[in-house]
């Protein structure tokens, strides 16, 4: 398998100078193609940094990131857009639906977006859903749906398009024991299927079902099962 995601001595720092704190403190890691991916870590831990940064949602202060051979640590506004459209769809842990739309109108929203024309965006849509288990809920809004209905919606969204890494955000938080199991289940799919899934959690029981555990403390590398196992990694650059 080849680098799909190279991450060398990053750094994210608020308040520079006597009260600055390290969010991301010298984080270097390595992500293969085709890797499922578990980053666990308490509130404050810097997991949720570090998905920001891996999701191009923010940059970081110094260090290098390279997104498919791209270096994407410094780029606009705009060329993050056009990133993240193209390569990462978010699982987030509150679903972020839009309530007066259907479920089919969720999934078609970033299309339209992105410039799909109509006829391939609502075939892309009703194959997600599909894919999720919602065939047959296409016109319900979100206020008619379970938590895990709502959150196999955002699924749905989020591979539309087919996209290389899938980056999850809690995305079981908010859902009881049956859906939990659901969501981890289309998970564990989509990544045999030959995505990349990144799952940032707190929870040490969903993390496990992950195939590499990445701990992080302090805005620190704390471990990563993949060195532990002897393989080519060098958490922290350590």
């Known amino acids: 398998?080849?680098?799909?995601?190279?991450?060398?001595?990053?750094?994210?720092?608020?308040?520079p100078g006597e009260n600055e704190v390290r969010a991301l403190d010298d984080v270097s890691l390595s992500v293969d193609e085709?890797?499922?991916v578990a980053i666990i870590g308490h509130s404050g831990s810097g997991k949720s940094t570090l998905m920001n940064v891996l999701g191009c949602l923010d940059e970081p202060?110094?260090?290098?990131?390279?997104?498919h051979g791209q270096d994407v640590s410094h780029l606009s506004d705009d060329e993050l857009s056009d990133i993240r459209n193209k390569e990462i769809g978010f699982i987030f842990q509150g679903f972020n639906l839009i309530q007066n739309l259907t479920a089919l109108e969720n999934v078609e929203l970033p299309l339209i977006y992105r410039n799909v024309g109509k006829k391939q965006r609502e075939a892309l849509s009703l194959a997600a859903l599909t894919k999720v288990g919602l065939g047959s809920r296409l016109t319900h809004k979100?206020?008619?749906?379970?938590?895990?209905q709502?959150?196999?919606?955002?699924?749905?969204?989020?591979i539309a398009q087919a996209p290389p890494v899938i980056l999850a955000d809690e995305p079981t938080g908010n859902l009881d024991s049956v859906s939990?199991?659901?969501i981890m289940g289309i998970l564990r799919t989509l990544h045999q299927e030959g995505r990349t899934v990144i799952l940032i959690t707190h929870d040490n029981e969903i993390a496990a079902q992950a195939e590499r555990v990445i701990r992080i403390k302090?805005?620190?590398?704390?471990?990563?099962?993949?060195?532990?196992?002897?393989?080519?990694?060098?958490?922290?650059?350590?």
């Open 142 to 148: 979100p206020s008619e749906m379970s938590g895990g």
């Open 150 to 158: 709502q959150q196999r919606v955002a699924i749905a969204r989020a």
């Open 218 to 238: 302090d805005g620190k590398i704390e471990s990563d099962s993949r060195a532990e196992r002897g393989e080519d990694e060098e958490p922290n650059g350590i």
């Open 34 to 36: 085709n890797e499922f």
């Open 61 to 67: 202060t110094s260090g290098t990131y390279m997104l």
């Open 180 to 182: 939990t199991k659901e």
């Open 1 to 15: 398998m080849s680098e799909l995601i190279t991450l060398k001595n990053i750094y994210k720092i608020y308040h």
